[in-house]
């Protein structure tokens, strides 16, 4: 165009997620608010748990399956404070102005835990926060990995109703009835340039 500028775009496609709950028949024999409401918190949790566990993944994108987060990333080691000053010079290198984030493997929060910025000056990670950026950690963040970036960059799209089956025989023997949730999911880097990929592992 007349600017010098190109323009691309990304497309987002429905795909399943799936995960289960197992509730005990006990406990659906209450019929209480409390308890409808502890079924829903479950159902909202695994839902959450495996949206999580697939969007910061390392698995490839198939026409079922969206790319990790990781999945091909660059990862640069962090061992020191100078490292870390080094790696999120990235992002401004790449003009990432937008507000910037810390999601972390708890190993890469253990070892930002322990990681001095310098004699008497104080650690990285504090206060949920790596040199003053905000932090967060997850189980579901491969071990010893992290990623900085702007999260407004990722795109994540939901399409319907989370569909509910009830399954009363899978676990019958355990005295349970198994919801099994499916929900249409994708998740897509609007510009890889956004986020930069580190390894903590000498540190853990």
């Not at 509730?23 to 479950?42: F, M, P, T, W, Y």
């Not at 102005?97 to 004699?119: D, T």
């Not at 990995?145 to 939901?158: M, P, R, T």
Request: aromatic share 8%; with cysteine.
């Amino acid at each position: 165009n007349a600017t010098g500028h190109t323009t691309t775009s990304v497309k987002l496609q429905p795909k399943r997620l799936t995960a289960y709950v197992d509730i005990s028949k006990k406990l659906i024999a209450q019929d209480n608010a409390g308890v409808e409401a502890s079924i829903r918190a479950d159902i909202v949790k695994a839902i959450n748990d495996k949206l999580e566990a697939t969007i910061f993944g390392e698995n490839p994108k198939t026409d079922s399956y969206p790319a990790g987060i990781f999945n091909g990333a660059s990862l640069k080691t962090i061992n020191t404070f100078k490292q870390l000053v080094d790696f999120e010079a990235e992002l401004d290198d790449a003009n990432v102005v937008g507000e910037k984030k810390y999601v972390l493997s708890n190993k890469s929060r253990a070892a930002l835990r322990a990681m001095q910025k310098g004699e008497g000056i104080g650690l990285v990670l504090e206060n949920a926060a790596v040199d003053g950026t905000p932090a967060f950690y997850t189980s579901n963040v491969p071990a010893n990995k992290l990623v900085y970036g702007d999260f407004s960059n990722l795109a994540i799209g939901s399409w319907g109703d989370i569909d509910i089956t009830v399954d009363e025989y899978t676990q019958a023997t355990k005295g349970c009835v198994r919801l099994v949730i499916n929900a249409y999911f994708d998740a897509v880097k609007l510009r890889e340039a956004a986020f930069v990929y580190g390894d903590t592992t000498a540190n853990a």
